[in-house]
């Protein structure tokens, strides 16, 4: 099982490498890899148990923040209310933007990231609205596109499979300065 002993802080470098293409069929070990990093998000979004094992809640992981330097990303998003189904759960097994909206968008409060163990303030701007092509479980290509809060989260995670960090993306010298057409999202 996943806890945050598990999860590499910045300064490693697995978090700025570029990760390899999974192979398929799936080895076990890759699958194992999937299931954890899932059971990870369903854990740390689970107030006991995340007290229990002392796991900060997560929305999503990328396999390189567990040292895993292969193209594999979990994303688990609730629904808005309690009993409410999860926005997205899903595995994605090498994910790839394949287009991506003009307009762009950044979360209202910022970004973390479960590898980042400091606030860094400022606004992260990335593409309001994306499309990718990724690959199930059974090596299914897939293709889906995502908005708003979902967006943001899934392009967080494909950047953690090419080696960037949240905060590469903020201006340093404005970090809250956007052009006037940028979502804030709430
Ligand atoms: O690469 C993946 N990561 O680094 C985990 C990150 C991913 C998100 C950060 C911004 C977009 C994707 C993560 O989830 N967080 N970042 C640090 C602490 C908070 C936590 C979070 O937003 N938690 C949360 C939010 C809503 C509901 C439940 N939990
Ligand atoms: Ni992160």
């Known amino acids: 099982m996943i806890t945050m002993d598990n999860i590499i802080r910045e300064g490693h470098p697995t978090l700025r490498k570029s990760a390899d293409s999974v192979a398929f069929p799936l080895s076990a070990e890759d699958r194992k890899i999937a299931a954890e990093m899932m059971e990870f998000l369903s854990n ?6 995340a007290e229990e094992l002392n796991l900060r809640a997560g929305v999503g992981l990328a396999a390189p923040q567990i040292d895993v330097a292969k193209r594999i990303i979990a994303v688990l998003i609730p629904g808005e209310y309690e009993d409410d189904p999860p926005e997205l759960a899903k595995v994605m097994f090498n994910p790839k933007i394949i287009s991506h909206s003009i307009e762009s968008a950044c979360l209202k ?78």
């Open 44 to 49: 740390s979004q689970d107030e006991k148990i």
């Open 109 to 186: 409060g910022g970004e973390g990231c479960l590898s980042v163990d400091r606030e860094v303030p400022g606004f992260v701007v990335r593409h309001s609205r994306i499309t990718v092509s990724y690959q199930d479980a059974e090596g299914v290509t897939h293709k889906a596109r995502y908005k708003g809060y979902t967006a943001i989260v899934v392009q967080h995670e494909i950047d953690h499979l090419n080696g960037v960090m949240f905060y590469d993306h903020i201006n340093e010298q404005a970090p809250f300065a956007v052009a006037d057409d940028v979502i804030i999202i709430e």
